[in-house]
């Protein structure tokens, strides 16, 4: 009797896939607001609600070179330093020198961003 308590036990569990969402943007527009030293691009994503927010997972990559490979932010690129932020239907991207305090200008070429959503069933 115990072996048939034992499978039919292991027969009851289920395993759920639940797919990811992936947008692929390009952010050539950065704002300041502290005078050089930090620049913001911000993203819309409306795909990116509060459920996404309280039990899924975002991850964010950036390209600086077309798309070829990605690097995950956070990330530290040729001197500046790059992070991610995010809100309901929103991520922004700051990137600001490494030592944090040197003023500069923004970049200047256009870079590729990777977003994924990971839905959870949590």
């Known amino acids: 009797m115990l072996p048939v308590i034992l499978l039919m036990t292991a027969c009851?569990?289920?395993h759920y896939v639940v797919p990811n969402r992936t947008i692929v943007t390009d952010v050539n527009r950065w704002t300041t607001t502290d005078?050089?030293?930090s620049y913001v691009a911000r993203i819309s994503v409306p795909e990116l609600d509060h459920y996404?927010?309280?039990t899924g997972a975002v991850l964010v990559y950036i390209s600086f070179n077309g798309g070829r490979t990605y690097e995950q932010v956070?990330?530290?690129?040729?001197g500046y330093s790059y992070r991610w932020e995010k809100a309901a239907g929103e991520i922004?991207?700051?990137c600001e020198d490494s030592d944090g305090i040197t003023?500069?200008?923004?970049p200047s070429s256009v870079?590729?961003?990777k977003?994924?959503?990971i839905d959870s069933d949590y």
């Not at 956070?74 to 040729?78: A, D, G, H, I, S």
């Open 111 to 113: 870079m590729t961003v």
């Open 115 to 117: 977003i994924v959503l």
């Open 74 to 78: 956070p990330e530290v690129y040729r």
């Open 52 to 54: 996404i927010m309280e």
């Open 92 to 94: 922004s991207i700051t």
């Open 35 to 37: 005078r050089g030293l």
């Open 103 to 106: 003023p500069f200008d923004p």
């Open 12 to 14: 009851e569990q289920n």
